[in-house]
Nanobody, 124 residues
Framework: QVQLVESGGGLVQAGGSLRLSCAASGRTFSSYVVGWFRQAPGKEREFVAVISRSGSMTYYADSVKGRFTISRDNAKNTVYLQMNSLKPEDTAVYYC?????????????????WGQGTQVTVSS
């Protein structure tokens, strides 16, 4: 299992930007596909974005496509989520998660390791 710690959340006005980081422990970080999920109050946790082990492939939820960018630096054991043009409906706790394997999975059950989450609040 890999240990994950998110950071970078905060309060931002609509139209603003934030960059989330997901720092991982362990020497095998590059063996994991990493995804971002989010959970708003009273709602199910939903998929946001996922990145392949090398970083060459990414996939996004339709709701964030064109506004969010996922990237990774395997030398630093870190995955990032750059969030631009933020909207109030992006308000949620954001979680990063790691999955063994090579497929770009998007289902919660495919991810075996989770961080504790970081709060993102977008004011209107």
């Amino acid at each position: 299992q890999v240990q994950l710690v998110e950071s970078g959340g905060g309060l931002v006005q609509a139209g603003g930007s934030l960059r989330l980081s997901c720092a991982a422990s362990g020497r095998t970080f590059s063996s994991y596909v990493v995804g971002w999920f989010r959970q708003a109050p009273g709602k199910e946790r939903e998929f946001v974005a996922v990145i392949s082990r090398s970083g060459s492939m990414t996939y996004y939820a339709d709701s964030v496509k064109g506004r969010f960018t996922i990237s990774r630096d395997n030398a630093k054991n870190t995955v990032y989520l750059q969030m631009n043009s933020l909207k109030p409906e992006d308000t949620a706790v954001y979680y990063c998660a790691a999955a063994i394997g090579s497929r770009l999975v998007t289902t919660r059950g495919d991810f075996g390791s989770w961080g504790q989450g970081t709060q993102v609040t977008v004011s209107s």
